[in-house]
């Protein structure tokens, strides 16, 4: 019995790991995290920390709406963490004072948040497109 739930756990761990909006965070923390070392040191702690914590709440966030039944309330709660997160990205990459001046890296960064949003936004709509064809 237990090692079924655990088949079926992992297989789930393994769907969510393959989905655009994992992935596309996943690889967004790993630029962000290269990225530091291009900032100014005084940058470092307190923007890119708070944008790599913002990162891991993304895909938490995803992950729990992806497994649970109350899908809508953690994907709202996503769509909260993705907004702290891009306030953070247009701080790094303020056009009058960017932190990063790798030009390759920012648009990188800026790709990444487009399809992530896109892709919350595609979720969405799909989550509420089935609650109503169950209300229906």
Known sequence: MASGLIRSQLA??????????YVDVQELFITLYDAQF???KRDR?????RALGHCEMV????AL???TDDKIKYTKLLFAE?????MNIRSILRPDRPMIQNESTCN???NYIARIDESVVKWYKSLELKR???CS
């Open 45 to 49: 702690p307190i923007i890119v920390n």
């Open 82 to 86: 993705f907004e702290a997160l891009k």
């Open 132 to 134: 109503q064809e169950e």
């Open 38 to 40: 291009e900032m100014p």
């Open 108 to 110: 990188k960064i800026r």
């Open 12 to 21: 789930m761990a393994s769907k969510i790991n393959k989905t655009s909006i």
């Open 65 to 67: 709406s992806y497994r």
């Open 59 to 62: 895909a938490a966030y995803f």
